[in-house]
């Protein structure tokens, strides 16, 4: 099994009416809305990052650590991923044993995070330190349905991660930190449709 995650994103400046046209489409809402609080960890030697690859301790409602790497056949109207995922058992401890091994703490990321379900896809309302995002995960075919049927412009669908976003963010706006808390953001006011064109996959 490949264990592919395919998924897009779209940035929704307003979330409240985005949950309107979810539920005409028949979209249900899973469990209530959690915060997320995310650890990523790299080699001594910036290996992950420069493999485009992604390890993840991640602590919501439970705590799940996930390891994320290029798929074998990308596909350039979607973000792709291999993705291997796992529940633990204790945040702190997964930390201390990926630590020990040699994997370092380099960024620390926050999210609220909002799910939903529609065929077999899952939509996420996530609101960001810098913004709040849809993003659809399924297969090709159901993701391109459920813009169709929200209504939005598939050439401004989003290819970059969260991460990816605030890296260039980061530069545009001289920030002086690189962890995606709400707290380092609460003196910022970042405008992300200013720089949204950046992002946004275009084409057809």
């Given amino acids: 099994m490949e264990h592919l995650e395919i998924e897009l994103k779209f940035g929704i400046p307003n979330l409240s009416g985005l949950r309107g046209r979810l539920q005409n489409l028949g979209a249900a809402c899973i469990g209530e809305r959690t915060f997320e609080h995310n650890i990523r960890y790299e080699t001594k030697d ?37 993705e ?6 204790d945040f702190d401890t997964m930390d201390a044993i990926l630590n020990a091994i040699g994997y370092i703490r380099c960024q620390i990321y926050q999210k609220w995070r909002e799910t939903w379900q529609l065929s ?7 609101t960001m330190p810098f913004g709040s995002f849809l ?30 976003i605030f890296e260039i963010l980061r530069e545009k706006e001289g920030l002086p930190f690189s962890d995606v808390t709400f707290d380092n953001f609460n003196t910022v006011n970042i405008r992300f449709d200013r720089y949204a064109r950046l992002f946004e996959a275009g084409g057809e």
Wanted: aromatic share 6%; with cysteine.
């Fill in 46 to 82: 910036g290996r992950l990052l420069e493999n485009n690859c992604l390890l993840r301790l991640r602590k919501d409602q439970g705590t799940t650590l996930t390891f994320k790497s290029p798929p074998p056949a990308p596909d350039a109207r979607f973000k792709i991923h291999r």
């Fill in 84 to 89: 291997l995922e796992v529940g633990v058992s």
């Fill in 120 to 126: 077999d896809a899952t939509l996420c309302m996530d």
């Fill in 135 to 164: 993003e659809i995960e399924g297969s090709p075919d159901t993701i391109m349905r459920i813009v169709h049927a929200l209504g939005l412009s598939w050439k401004r669908r989003i290819l970059f991660s969260y991460l990816g």
